[in-house]
Nanobody, 121 residues
């Protein structure tokens, strides 16, 4: 069993940066890929980025490519999302997720409770 807790959300002006962190409990962290999703009001949850178990492979949604960077620290059981050049359309609740192998679908085994990111224009 893996429990995920996100942190680092908040209010930022357009063009600014935020760093989200996802802390995972349990001994199986290194056996799971990590992912970030987001859900804006009135919209479906969408894939943002994923990272493989080793950290060697990453994927990004086109909307965040070049602005967001996903990383992980298997020694600290954390998956991070560095968000730069933020835009108003990045405003959403951001969720951390884990599963053995990354997928672009929503079929992830473990989810955090979410953290709000608000970008003012």
């Amino acid at each position: 069993q893996v429990q995920l807790i996100e942190s680092g959300g908040g209010l930022v002006q357009a063009g600014g940066s935020l760093r989200l962190s996802c802390a995972a409990s349990g001994r199986t962290f290194s056996r799971n890929a990590g992912g970030w999703f987001r859900q804006a009001p009135g919209k479906e949850r969408e894939f943002v980025a994923s990272i493989s178990r080793s950290g060697a492979t990453t994927y990004y949604a086109d909307s965040v490519k070049g602005r967001f960077t996903i990383s992980r620290d298997n020694a600290k059981n954390t998956v991070n999302l560095q968000m730069d050049s933020l835009k108003a359309e990045d405003t959403a609740v951001y969720y951390c997720a884990m599963r053995p192998v990354a997928t672009l679908s929503h079929e992830w085994d473990y989810w955090g409770q979410g953290t709000q990111v608000t970008v003012s224009s």
